[in-house]
C-alpha cells in the first residue's frame, strides 16, 4: 500500500480515542461526529481507511467520492448501509464486526417483551401523573407460552436460552437448523409459518436482505395468534409498518416492541429527508411510525438493542483488530468480493 495509510472514523465517541491510540499505535486517524455521506464524504481526504456505523450511508456517488480508501470497517454486523457491489468494483474491502452482542441483544430483546407482557410502558406514564390505579394494566405470565424465534442465529439462540429460562416453550425458525443445539437447548425447529401461527410471541433476528423485505407483511401477519406480541430488534423493514399498524388498530395483533421500524434514519434526520428523491415514501414510513408511537400497546427504544459499555467495547476491538489484520495483508471478516 503505497504512502501512509491514514483512518477516517465517522459517527465517533469521544471515549473511542484512546482506545484506538492503544491499539493502532502506529495509524494516523481523525474522529468525524456524524454519519459518512454525500454531505460529510470530503472529510474522508486521502484516507486510505473509513470506519463507519449504522447511520452511514455508503452509496455509488460516496464510494466514487473516495478514490484512496482501500478498506471500509464497518462496527456493526449488518451491512445493508453499503452498497457492496461497488465497493468491490472499486477495489475496497469490506469488513464488519460478525459478533458482539448476543447477550446484550437478547437481553434487550426481553426487556422489551416484559415491557409489553406486564404493561410498563402505559404503567409508568400513568404513575408519573400520580394516577396508581389498576385498571387496564392486567399483564400475563410467560411461563407456558410459546416465544416464536425467527432467525436462530446468535443472537436468536441467546434469545431461546432466555425464554427457556422463563419457563416458555420455545419454537424456532431458522434456514439452517441444528438439531443437535435444539435438543440441547430444549426448543424445537419447525416452519416459519407454524413460529407465526403458534406462538404468543414473535421475536425476529434475520439480517435484512432482499428476501427478507417485509418478512412480516399483511398475509404473515394475519397467520398470527389473535393478541401475539410482536417483537423486532433486528431491521426495521422486515415488518411493513403499515400492515403492522392495521393489524394493531384491528387488535388481531395484541402489541408490538420495536428497537427499530422502516425509515428509521428519516426520523433521525427528518429536516434531511425533504430532499432525497423518495419523499413520498419516506414521509408514510415517518407518519405511520409516529401514529404507531401513540398507541397505548406499542413501545419504541431508538435503535439500542445493541448499546452497552461491554458491546462498544467489543465492537471497538473487532475493528481495530480487522484493521490490523487489513494492513498486515490478511484481512479478516470480509464481507464482499473485491474485484
Same mark, same amino acid.
Given at each position: 500500500?503505497?504512502?501512509?495509510?491514514?483512518?477516517?472514523?465517522?459517527?465517533?465517541?469521544?471515549?473511542?480515542?484512546?482506545?484506538?491510540?492503544?491499539? &493502532?499505535?502506529? %495509524?494516523?486517524?481523525?474522529?468525524?461526529?456524524?454519519?459518512?455521506?454525500?454531505? @460529510?464524504?470530503?472529510?474522508?481526504?486521502?484516507?486510505?481507511?473509513?470506519?463507519?456505523?449504522?447511520?452511514?450511508?455508503?452509496?455509488?456517488?460516496?464510494?466514487?467520492?473516495?478514490?484512496?480508501?482501500?478498506?471500509?470497517?464497518?462496527?456493526?454486523?449488518?451491512?445493508?448501509?453499503?452498497?457492496?457491489?461497488?465497493?468491490?468494483?472499486?477495489?475496497? @474491502? +469490506?469488513? =464488519?464486526?460478525?459478533?458482539?452482542?448476543?447477550? @446484550?441483544?437478547?437481553?434487550?430483546?426481553?426487556? &422489551?417483551? %416484559?415491557?409489553?407482557?406486564?404493561?410498563?410502558? +402505559?404503567?409508568?406514564?400513568? @404513575?408519573?401523573?400520580?394516577?396508581?390505579?389498576?385498571?387496564?394494566?392486567?399483564?400475563?405470565?410467560?411461563?407456558?407460552?410459546? %416465544?416464536?424465534?425467527?432467525?436462530?442465529? =446468535?443472537?436468536?439462540? !441467546?434469545?431461546?436460552?432466555?425464554?427457556?429460562?422463563?419457563?416458555?416453550?420455545?419454537?424456532?425458525?431458522?434456514?439452517?437448523?441444528?438439531?443437535?443445539?435444539?435438543?440441547?437447548?430444549?426448543? $424445537?425447529?419447525?416452519?416459519?409459518?407454524? +413460529?407465526?401461527?403458534?406462538?404468543? +410471541?414473535?421475536?425476529? !433476528?434475520?439480517?435484512?436482505?432482499?428476501?427478507? $423485505?417485509?418478512?412480516?407483511?399483511?398475509?404473515?401477519?394475519?397467520?398470527?395468534?389473535?393478541?401475539?406480541?410482536?417483537?423486532?430488534?433486528?431491521?426495521?423493514?422486515?415488518?411493513?409498518?403499515?400492515?403492522?399498524?392495521?393489524?394493531?388498530?384491528?387488535?388481531?395483533?395484541?402489541?408490538?416492541?420495536?428497537?427499530?421500524?422502516?425509515?428509521?434514519?428519516?426520523?433521525?434526520?427528518?429536516?434531511?429527508?425533504?430532499?432525497?428523491?423518495?419523499?413520498?415514501?419516506?414521509?408514510?414510513? %415517518?407518519?405511520?411510525? $409516529?401514529?404507531?408511537?401513540? !398507541?397505548?400497546?406499542?413501545?419504541?427504544?431508538? $435503535?439500542?438493542?445493541?448499546?452497552?459499555?461491554?458491546? &462498544?467495547?467489543?465492537?471497538?476491538?473487532?475493528?481495530?483488530? =480487522?484493521?490490523?489484520?487489513?494492513?498486515?495483508?490478511?484481512?479478516? =471478516?470480509?464481507?464482499?468480493?473485491?474485484?
Amino acid at each position: 500500500m503505497a504512502g501512509q495509510p491514514t483512518l477516517v472514523m465517522y459517527e465517533a465517541e469521544p471515549w473511542q480515542e484512546g482506545r484506538l491510540c492503544k491499539a &493502532l499505535p502506529e %495509524l494516523p486517524f481523525r474522529q468525524v461526529d456524524g454519519p459518512l455521506s454525500e454531505a @460529510t464524504v470530503d472529510q474522508v481526504g486521502e484516507a486510505s481507511v473509513v470506519s463507519v456505523f449504522i447511520r452511514s450511508r455508503v452509496t455509488r456517488a460516496v464510494i466514487e467520492r473516495m478514490p484512496s480508501v482501500r478498506l471500509i470497517a464497518t462496527r456493526s454486523t449488518g451491512f445493508d448501509h453499503i452498497d457492496l457491489a461497488t465497493c468491490g468494483e472499486s477495489g475496497i @474491502t +469490506v469488513c =464488519n464486526v460478525p459478533s458482539y452482542g448476543e447477550n @446484550t441483544v437478547a437481553e434487550h430483546t426481553f426487556s &422489551l417483551i %416484559l415491557a409489553l407482557s406486564r404493561r410498563l410502558a +402505559v404503567a409508568m406514564r400513568r @404513575t408519573a401523573y400520580g394516577d396508581f390505579s389498576l385498571s387496564g394494566l392486567m399483564g400475563f405470565d410467560l411461563r407456558d407460552k410459546t %416465544l416464536g424465534v425467527v432467525g436462530a442465529g =446468535n443472537i436468536g439462540l !441467546h434469545v431461546v436460552r432466555i425464554g427457556r429460562a422463563f419457563g416458555m416453550e420455545v419454537l424456532a425458525y431458522d434456514a439452517r437448523p441444528h438439531p443437535l443445539l435444539a435438543e440441547v437447548l430444549g426448543f $424445537h425447529y419447525v416452519t416459519l409459518d407454524e +413460529v407465526l401461527s403458534r406462538s404468543d +410471541v414473535i421475536s425476529l !433476528h434475520v439480517p435484512y436482505r432482499p428476501e427478507t $423485505h417485509h418478512l412480516l407483511d399483511r398475509e404473515r401477519l394475519k397467520m398470527l395468534k389473535p393478541g401475539a406480541l410482536v417483537v423486532n430488534t433486528a431491521r426495521g423493514a422486515l415488518v411493513d409498518t403499515v400492515a403492522l399498524l392495521e393489524a394493531l388498530e384491528t387488535g388481531h395483533v395484541g402489541g408490538a416492541a420495536l428497537d427499530v421500524i422502516e425509515g428509521e434514519e428519516q426520523l433521525m434526520e427528518e429536516p434531511q429527508m425533504f430532499h432525497l428523491p423518495e419523499t413520498e415514501e419516506q414521509l408514510r414510513q %415517518l407518519l405511520t411510525g $409516529h401514529v404507531l408511537a401513540k !398507541h397505548d400497546n406499542v413501545i419504541f427504544t431508538p $435503535h439500542m438493542a445493541w448499546y452497552s459499555k461491554e458491546a &462498544l467495547e467489543r465492537i471497538l476491538d473487532t475493528t481495530c483488530s =480487522n484493521i490490523q489484520a487489513f494492513l498486515a495483508g490478511a484481512p479478516e =471478516n470480509v464481507i464482499n468480493a473485491r474485484s
